[in-house]
């Protein structure tokens, strides 16, 4: 008489033997089969060794029950990752046992092996799954889904998550000079001029937030305690630079206090940059019309006068008129896109300049993607 059955566990070979000495169906049919009990509790805690590690995988993952061994099975093979040696040495199922061999052997003697390799295989797929939502999560960002489009899809695009800022205010009663003298750019207590490096202690660093009822009046002109790049004391004003001048479309509404292209400037420097493009000089220095800190006003290659930034900010002002482009639709001559492309390459965004797209979030709640994603603006052809 030949009996096949599926059994997995190292409880098969005191099976048959049991069954065997008993000479009955009735005394083999009744036997409690302990090996099913051992492999099932193997498999269970093999399933359960991590249990934080489920936890964080997510509600698809399948419940495993210490009575239904063969779940177990079907979850720990279908987390295989594709490791096909591990998926066929665990699988038990078609092995056949048979009771009325010669010897009674060939009863799969890697049974326990196989229990282990359910383990390792749980606990791997489980960790893999850990370690992709953590990347997931750390690569997040607020413009990251429009990765892949380009020029003009990309332009509207980023338009349309950026032009609903809230509108600070210039002049009378508007706050954005304000905030920029007693938040946004006060590093140790003091401003510095963007093209100069002149800094002028801050005003009163220690008033109250901006928008409580007791702030005092802030003097939206700084001038005290004046300090050269040197060190040295000197007598000047500090006013707010627009680096898109008034005169080509920054000179009312949203455009007028958007601070993502408004910046700290000493006041000389700021009327002599005027409204000039922004361009690399063939002057040097004091050889330059006008000179201070790094930055020059003078002719470029075809004659025409230019302002350069001084490199520790170049990236910062190329950033800001690509923001400015595409917030406003506005378009950049092709000559001075070119060194603003230049200058957006040699100095790229630092924690400093993430830090003030931050803090101009909390107060006019907008971005310059062009900080978050420095890589579109090879994205985008021409701005």
């Known amino acids: 008489m030949r009996i096949s059955t599926h059994i997995g566990g190292r409880g098969l070979r005191g099976v048959a033997w049991a069954c065997a000495l008993a000479l009955t169906l009735v005394a ?9 009990d051992t492999a099932g509790d193997a498999l269970t805690d093999a399933a359960d060794g991590d249990d934080d590690a489920l936890e964080d995988v997510g509600p698809g ?24 040696g591990a998926v066929e040495d665990a699988d038990t199922s078609d ?24 383990a390792d295989v749980e606990d791997t797929s489980s960790d893999d799954a850990l370690d992709v939502d953590e990347d997931e999560t750390s690569a997040a960002g607020p413009f990251d889904d429009l990765a892949g489009l380009t020029d003009d899809t990309l332009r509207a695009a980023l338009l349309e998550r950026i032009n609903g800022q809230t509108a600070l205010g210039y002049a009378a009663e508007g706050i954005a ?63 707010a630079e627009h680096s898109w001048p008034r005169s080509k479309g920054a000179d009312s509404g949203p455009a007028e206090s958007d601070l993502h292209h408004l910046f700290p400037a000493y006041d000389v420097a700021n009327n002599r940059r005027s409204s000039y493009d922004f361009g690399e000089t063939t002057c040097t220095g004091n050889a330059c019309e006008w000179a201070e800190g790094g930055s020059e006003l003078g002719e470029r290659e075809d004659g025409s006068k230019v302002f350069q930034v001084r490199p520790k900010f170049q990236g910062d002002v ?12 506005k378009g950049i001559d092709p000559t001075v896109e070119a060194t603003l492309r230049a200058w957006h390459a040699a100095d790229p965004v630092d924690d400093m300049e993430r830090a003030r797209n931050d803090v101009i979030e909390d107060w006019q709640h907008n971005r310059n993607p062009f900080v978050d994603r420095p890589d579109f603006v090879d994205a985008i052809t021409n701005f």
């Open 28 to 36: 083999c049919g009744d036997d409690p089969r302990p090996g099913d």
């Open 61 to 84: 993952d399948t419940a495993v029950d210490d009575d239904a061994d063969t779940a177990v099975e079907d979850t720990a093979l279908a987390d295989a990752d594709e490791d096909t």
């Open 95 to 118: 092995d056949t046992v048979d009771l009325d061999g010669a010897d009674g052997e060939d009863l799969d003697a890697t049974d326990v092996e196989d229990d282990t390799t359910l």
């Open 318 to 329: 190329a950033r800001a008129q690509f923001y400015f482009a595409v917030r406003y639709q």
């Open 177 to 239: 000079r304000e905030v920029m003298w007693a938040v946004l750019d006060v590093q140790g207590g003091r401003l510095e001029c963007i093209y100069t490096g002149r800094t002028v202690a801050a005003e009163n660093p220690t008033a109250p937030p901006l928008g409580t009822a007791d702030l005092p009046d802030i003097d939206t002109t700084p001038n005290q305690d004046c300090r050269l790049p040197d060190g040295t004391a000197d007598e000047c004003l500090f006013n």
